[in-house]
């Protein structure tokens, strides 16, 4: 079974400062991971993906994620935090086995991110 | 484009009721997903459907069914509502999914659900 870890309920962050949203995932096969964000009273929405390739994966509004295979680590990362920025972010992922529920989502429980100016 | 819409946007059930909730799109996708959110639990998947014409089951799917009604729509039914079904159900859809297919799921705004 595939497994997403979101160590950090809630980040705090200084806005100007750089942000990290952590994640690490457990997965048969190759990983394919996400980031969405979520603001309040909203649907989730897109923000990047790895599939493959370079492992660092840029996104929308700035963001970025670092994919590190030895450490099953994709954290999220945003040099300058904007207030704008707080929401919840998930991680998510996928693997390539077989089976029910085969390739489907798992998503982590969510960190609340706050950027205080 | 409205992208995924659901409705309702809130109810409330009593307990022991029924209620069916609306989720459609317009991008042309193929694939489409019924998530819960619950504080805590993060997204857990409770049917999806592949393409037209299928569904399967997810990680929490006791208490609810779905239909495929189209290609567009795809609702999900609570025949007998229980208070542990109190939470937030997210419609998703994506252009396809499967071995090759790693696509992005693009989400609708949320029906907030509570069962007393």
């Known amino acids: 079974a595939q497994s997403v870890a979101q160590p950090e309920d809630q980040v705090n962050v200084a806005e100007g400062n750089p942000l990290t949203v952590k994640c690490t995932y457990s997965v048969s096969g190759n990983p394919y991971l996400f980031w969405y964000v979520q603001y309040p009273n909203r649907g989730l929405q897109f923000l990047l993906k790895y599939i493959t390739g370079d492992n660092l994966v840029k996104g929308s509004y700035g963001f970025e994620a670092e994919f590190n295979k030895s450490q099953t680590s994709f954290h999220l990362k945003k040099p300058s935090a904007l207030v704008s920025d707080s929401a919840l972010y998930f991680c998510a992922v996928r693997g390539t086995y077989s089976g029910a529920g085969s390739y489907q989502l798992t998503f982590g429980k969510g960190t609340k991110l706050s950027v205080i100016p | 484009n409205a992208g995924v819409t659901q409705t309702p946007k809130f109810q409330v059930l009593k307990t022991g009721q029924s209620m069916t909730l609306q989720c459609a799109q317009d991008m042309n996708h193929n694939s489409m997903y019924w998530y819960r959110q619950d504080p805590g639990m993060g997204l857990r998947l409770i049917y999806y459907?592949?393409?037209?014409?299928?569904?399967d089951k997810g990680e929490v799917p006791n208490g609810y069914n779905v239909s495929r009604l189209n290609k567009r729509e795809f609702s999900l039914r609570l025949e007998s509502a229980a208070p542990s079904q109190t939470s937030v159900y997210f419609c998703?859809?994506?252009?396809?999914?499967?071995?090759?297919?790693?696509?992005?799921?693009?989400f609708g705004p949320g029906t907030r659900l509570t069962v007393t």
């Open positions: 998703a859809s994506s252009e396809g999914t499967g071995l090759l297919f790693v696509y992005e799921q693009y």
């Open positions: 459907s592949a393409s037209e014409g299928t569904t």
